[in-house]
């Protein structure tokens, strides 16, 4: 609803939104709610987002390559933040001028 609002604005690949459909839909995530719902999420990002083309790969630079997708569509979008649970691993992002933040941490810089 905030990115509805326009509080802020997600980029997204279309090799990254790739990955978080692929992702989502293996049964050792962990996800608790229904596939149904999970899908109907993926469509409203892919949706809300700005679709960024990517036209300089920086990779590799962090020690998962699937996470360098993440930090190429921040670097391209010119985003501020990368929201993740994943922070240790997107470190590096730092060098960019990129801060990485919990969801949790994202939420409360919300208006």
Known sequence: MAADRGDFQMA???????EYDDVSSRPDVGITIPASAVDAIIRRIAMVAHRQQIYFLW??????????????????????????????DLRLAAQFDITVLTPAGFIRLLP
């Open 12 to 18: 997204l690949s279309v090799p990254l939104l790739a």
């Open 59 to 88: 990779r590799p630079i962090l020690p998962d390559p699937k996470d360098d997708m993440v930090l190429e569509v921040a670097i391209a979008s010119g985003a501020t933040h990368i929201v993740t649970f994943n922070r240790k």
